[in-house]
């Protein structure tokens, strides 16, 4: 009898697998809390296991660096870093030095650390909990002689079913024997998502459950795409998603014909097409998908990858690294936005009644000056190495550019005191996310170089709806005629300056959004580097006149449901 059932999860990793379950449970761990040996001896035996968990780790991270790639080695190569941190071991050999087991003392430091991560609440703080928490399981199982689970020798056509694919056993994935992922835990900037991506093997992440619902050997089909997965398909299912894998990697093929040429509308009119990144590293990614360079730097990954704030010198290196990379290629980096969704405990910012309506982004930095001044010098200091532009988050009135401007002078002459290198002419450019600078764009265009829509944030302030919020997840829209009627006036109130106006929200990735924005006239897209091809793709098939055709039609349009009807009817 066919039974098939499905299950709802995060589309972690794109694409479509189909297989049989494997089912990785990690065997059940018990020691002893108290030692049997003296305190000496039972810190050799802790300092010995931390030793051999090291060498295998750094060379699983080895392997991984040949087979993957330098970014994902480095997600291993940070767990040997955490192995060899004295604040960490130093606190557990304290505690064997109490009398217990290096097992009991290493699950109460790591558990620590991991549960105080793990409260920010905050998806990428919480990455590190998970770290954590796979460092502390390879030391345990060290210590007890238990062998990783052997993800290497799974056969062709296995699809991994598992609590949480953690870095060390992706490290012994073969690519070509996986169909597909789904896991209990994750979401799609976890380490698993981020690895799956890597590897392209389709995942569906936070699957509730799942282990305990799926068993071995079951037929499976993994859609990394909408974030589902079917257990037991029927015939029919296999057949239509069998067509929709081999559409999949059929399309996957031609985009990359579209590696090297020109993101140019039908007419011909060329417009830019960046990526956003969150670290140095991710500039690999920009440059084997054919970015034009980066629109938007996120740089308060510095900030949450260290127990304390980056200093002036260690993101100097940072952005000159980014600057370097990409050559003459600009770099849009977004000075420091902090609060709201993106704490950093360290900062120590206070618990507010509204946090999104709050003390953050360049509110913050303005009343924080000497840490703002470390990240203006360090971008200043940068700029001399490349083609770094600076931009400046959550801007709300004119008074804020002028105080970063104002700052960024005062640094300028201070490095040229020093007879320090910097771009003389380095641009300044203006986030514009809150209505409160959509309504004044005509004013911020004079104080401004440049122009980024964040319409993650537009779309929130402006409906007034708060996107973890499921109650008003219909109104979170960038197809609402207010944001829309939003996103229009600010491209227009640039063009009319005559200064550059980018997108660096999701939005400017939505296939169904593209002929508004070329009619609208926006000049730089920028996206994650994964949907550089497709949306290159996409503006290659409108001419204005096209464009302009459905953008009448659309602002003519008083609902949600209507705009998306429109869009869907003229759609390419
Ligand atoms: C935005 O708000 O659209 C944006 C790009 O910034 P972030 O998602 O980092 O808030
Ligand atoms: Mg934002």
Redesign the pocket.
Known sequence: MECEKSYKGIAGSDGIGIGRAALITEPKISYEQSSALTAEDETKRFDAAVEALIEKTNAMAEDMRKSVGEKEAEILMGHSLMLSDPAMTDEVRGIIAQGLTSEAAAEQVFETFAAMFEATGDELTMQRAADLRDVKTGIIKTLQGIEDVDIASLPKGSVIVVSDLTPSMTAGINKDNIEGIVTEMGGRTSHSAILARALEIPAVLSVEGVTAKIKSGVRLIVDGIRGEVIEDPTAEQQAEYAEQKADYAKRKKELEKLIGEPTVTADGDRVELVCNIGKPDDCAAVIEKDGEGVG?F?TEFLYMDSKQKPDEAEQFEAYKKAAMTLKNKPVIIRTL?VGGDKDIPYLGLEKEENPFMGFRAVRYCLKNEELYRDQLRALLRASAFGNIKIMIPLVTCVEEVRGVKAVIKDLMSELDREGTAYDKDIEVGVMV?TPAAAAIADLLAEEADFFSI?????TGYTMCADRGNANVAYLYSAFQPAVLRSIKRIIECGNKKGIPVGM??EAAADPRLIPLLISFGLSEYSVSPTAVLATRAEIRKWTKAEADKVAEKVMKCAAESDVLAVLDENKK
Not at 454 to 458: A, C, H, P, V, Y
């Open positions: 938007l996120r936005d996310e964040g319409t993650n944030d537009l660096c929200g």
